[in-house]
């Protein structure tokens, strides 16, 4: 089952070319769109969901669903799944793709968007050569989802029944095709506004309560306790491990905290997040955050007595998951990166995947990736090797007997 890899870098050159990232994804959704129409996709087999109402953040469309009817020998086979995002990092704006030798690179000082129209192309792909070599598979059913890159959104707030009941699924994301990505971290995400008192810094500094000054003991006591960055606590095989990392910093809607240099600073939001693979741990380390700042509010006080005050706020971003290798998906895939050369490579992720509320819905979900490195940054690129091998080991997988 050869796959036209001329035919799929030429689909990924044009999906880099649109740009869409994370909350403006309308354009791509109707570039792949066009591209699943001229694949053979039925126009009626092709539909966007409304997550993007219930997504609490501006969100141009919804998630974009195809459902590809079984054919063949495993016509009635169980229904299974393959998903990517379709959005990317707002890095990517303004990206301009450019193959040399093997490799897809960028003209412009941008991150390339690899991450993830190579999984779009993948996607695209499978259903061409199944169309094209009228393979047997089984129903199957291709979601691109949205605001991935932004909180996992477009995963988060799909309905199960929009999915047709799959017993597993397969998501394409970053790195090689070989991974086996079975479990992934989960995360909070948390927010607190800092609440002091303006005064002159010159006149009556004494009279003021910064909030300069209380995220800043606030801080201290996190980074003197362990809880920033890589976070360990316990030794041997009972430590419970994570990390942290605290983001913006400002007055709020983006503006600088403080007024000027001569007024106490009376307001700071700060924003954070707390990642494990222990489900309870990573709540721990934001509760950390959390008695940390309301301990400094307490701290800083001015002449007649008064102290700062605290707004804490977290919500859970994803929930972490880990699947057991004996698990028929977990199997499926292992067998299908072997069947196409390739050497299995077990393995958790550090960060959040659209799997992560696959898991969660209750889809036993494995992520492969497709051959983005770099991502993120401005020296991102795409091996055309490991991408030509996640599309052959989409088809693989679609087609494979139980």
Same mark, same amino acid.
């Given at each position: 089952m050869p796959v036209d890899t001329k035919a799929a870098t030429d689909r990924l050159m044009r999906f880099?070319?649109? *740009?869409? +990232?994370?909350?403006? *994804?309308?354009? $791509?959704?109707? #570039? !792949? /769109?066009?591209?699943?129409? #001229?694949?053979?996709v039925p126009e009626k087999a092709i539909r966007l969901d409304d997550a993007n &109402? @219930?997504?609490?953040?501006? &969100?141009? &469309?919804?998630? !974009? $669903?195809?459902?590809?009817?079984?054919?063949?020998?495993?016509?009635n086979q169980p229904r299974i799944m393959f998903m990517t995002h379709m959005d990317t990092?707002?890095?990517?704006?303004?990206?301009?793709?450019?193959?040399?030798?093997?490799? $897809?690179?960028? *003209? %412009?000082?941008?991150?390339?968007?690899?991450?993830? @129209?190579?999984?779009?192309?993948?996607?695209? =792909?499978? %259903?061409?050569?199944?169309?094209?070599?009228?393979?047997?598979?089984?129903? $199957? =059913?291709?979601?691109?989802? +949205? @605001?991935?890159?932004?909180? !996992?959104?477009?995963? @988060?707030?799909?309905?199960? %029944?929009?999915?047709?009941?799959?017993?597993?699924a397969f998501n394409y994301d970053g790195g090689p095709a070989s991974n086996v990505t079975i479990g992934a971290v989960g995360a909070d995400r948390w927010s607190v506004e800092i609440f002091g008192r303006a005064s002159h810094a010159g006149v009556a500094p004494e009279r003021g309560i910064s909030s300069t000054m209380i995220m800043a003991l606030a801080l201290a006591d996190v980074k003197?306790?362990?809880?920033?960055?890589?976070?360990?606590?316990?030794?041997?095989?009972? %430590?419970?491990?994570? &990390?942290?990392?605290?983001?913006?910093? /400002?007055?709020?809607?983006?503006?600088?905290?403080?007024?000027? /240099?001569n007024v106490v600073t009376d307001y700071v939001h700060v924003r954070g997040e707390s990642r494990s693979h222990d489900g309870k741990f990573f709540k721990e380390i934001t509760k950390a955050y959390k008695t940390a700042f309301e301990k400094a509010a307490k701290k800083v006080t001015n002449t007649q007595g008064k102290s700062g005050k605290v707004k804490f706020k977290a919500e859970t971003d994803y929930y972490p998951f880990r699947m057991k290798e004996n698990l028929p998906v977990v199997k499926r895939a292992i067998e299908a990166v072997s069947a196409v050369g390739g050497t299995p490579n077990v393995r958790a992720a550090n960060g959040g995947l659209d799997a992560n509320w696959m898991v969660r819905h209750g889809i036993p979900t494995v992520t492969f990736g497709a051959g983005q490195n770099e991502a993120h940054t401005i020296d991102e690129w795409i091996n055309l090797d490991e991408y030509d091998r996640a599309c052959a080991l989409a088809v693989q997988l679609a087609t494979m007997r139980n």
């Amino acid at each position: 089952m050869p796959v036209d890899t001329k035919a799929a870098t030429d689909r990924l050159m044009r999906f880099l070319a649109v *740009e869409g +990232v994370t909350g403006q *994804e309308a354009a $791509i959704g109707r #570039e !792949l /769109t066009a591209a699943l129409k #001229e694949s053979g996709v039925p126009e009626k087999a092709i539909r966007l969901d409304d997550a993007n &109402t @219930r997504i609490p953040v501006p &969100t141009e &469309t919804g998630n !974009l $669903i195809v459902d590809l009817p079984g054919r063949g020998a495993l016509h009635n086979q169980p229904r299974i799944m393959f998903m990517t995002h379709m959005d990317t990092v707002p890095l990517c704006a303004g990206a301009r793709p450019k193959k040399s030798g093997r490799k $897809i690179v960028n *003209e %412009a000082r941008t991150a390339l968007g690899g991450d993830n @129209r190579c999984g779009c192309g993948v996607l695209v =792909t499978l %259903a061409a050569e199944l169309e094209k070599q009228k393979l047997d598979h089984p129903p $199957i =059913t291709l979601l691109f989802c +949205v @605001r991935e890159e932004s909180g !996992l959104y477009g995963a @988060r707030h799909v309905k199960l %029944a929009e999915l047709g009941s799959p017993v597993m699924a397969f998501n394409y994301d970053g790195g090689p095709a070989s991974n086996v990505t079975i479990g992934a971290v989960g995360a909070d995400r948390w927010s607190v506004e800092i609440f002091g008192r303006a005064s002159h810094a010159g006149v009556a500094p004494e009279r003021g309560i910064s909030s300069t000054m209380i995220m800043a003991l606030a801080l201290a006591d996190v980074k003197a306790g362990g809880w920033f960055g890589k976070v360990v606590k316990g030794k041997g095989a009972s %430590a419970r491990m994570g &990390t942290s990392n605290v983001g913006p910093v /400002t007055g709020g809607d983006g503006r600088p905290a403080g007024d000027a /240099t001569n007024v106490v600073t009376d307001y700071v939001h700060v924003r954070g997040e707390s990642r494990s693979h222990d489900g309870k741990f990573f709540k721990e380390i934001t509760k950390a955050y959390k008695t940390a700042f309301e301990k400094a509010a307490k701290k800083v006080t001015n002449t007649q007595g008064k102290s700062g005050k605290v707004k804490f706020k977290a919500e859970t971003d994803y929930y972490p998951f880990r699947m057991k290798e004996n698990l028929p998906v977990v199997k499926r895939a292992i067998e299908a990166v072997s069947a196409v050369g390739g050497t299995p490579n077990v393995r958790a992720a550090n960060g959040g995947l659209d799997a992560n509320w696959m898991v969660r819905h209750g889809i036993p979900t494995v992520t492969f990736g497709a051959g983005q490195n770099e991502a993120h940054t401005i020296d991102e690129w795409i091996n055309l090797d490991e991408y030509d091998r996640a599309c052959a080991l989409a088809v693989q997988l679609a087609t494979m007997r139980n």
